[in-house]
């Protein structure tokens, strides 16, 4: 959004640029599964350009085109500001069914390295998406808590990372002798 800019002696000014990307805020948080940031984080001035970055997460099945014509709908106009809505990169959405050979595999490498298999499923972006687009399965595998993904808190321990190890090898092993999970 542009619009005028000034300092931060003008409250008028910036109550009312505040107002307009407060509205454009509002407008897409009514919008499900929306991650948003804003730039710049002063305020102390009035900026004479705010940019907002909407990170529409998709399920499978829903089209990106259609997701960004929801955006661009709920966003709508701010006179007098200028409003662009552009899109940028497109994640794909990943399932893989729960009978699929690959996450048979993983399931009988995690019993093979003493671990009970668990799904669980997130909204979070991995490259599984630009495989399984393509009809190629590909699934999240690893050791470590989600809710602590890139977090300062984050951390896996070396038993983990070697039992997944383990799993990963055994997996491997019975995929390329073609030996069929048990």
Partial sequence: MIGPGDDASVRWLAEIDAGRVTEIVQ????????QTERFPDATHTVQDE???????RRLPGQ???????DIARAIGTVPPCEVAVEIGPVNRPAEVALDS???KLLEDG?????????????QGCVDAGFFVER??????????????????????????????ARALAH??????????PS
């Fill in 27 to 34: 407008r897409i948080v009514r919008a499900p599964s929306l």
């Fill in 50 to 56: 705010v940019r907002i970055v909407v990170d529409r």
């Fill in 63 to 69: 089209d990106h085109a259609a997701a960004f014509a």
């Fill in 101 to 103: 050979p690959v996450v």
């Fill in 110 to 122: 995690l019993r093979a390295a003493g671990v009970t298999p668990r799904h669980s499923y997130s």
């Fill in 135 to 164: 009809g190629i399965p590909a699934v999240m595998f690893g050791a470590g808590d989600p809710k602590l993904w890139h977090t300062d808190e984050e951390l896996v321990s070396v038993a983990d990372v070697l039992t997944c």
């Fill in 171 to 180: 997996a491997t092993v019975r995929h390329l002798t073609h030996s069929r």
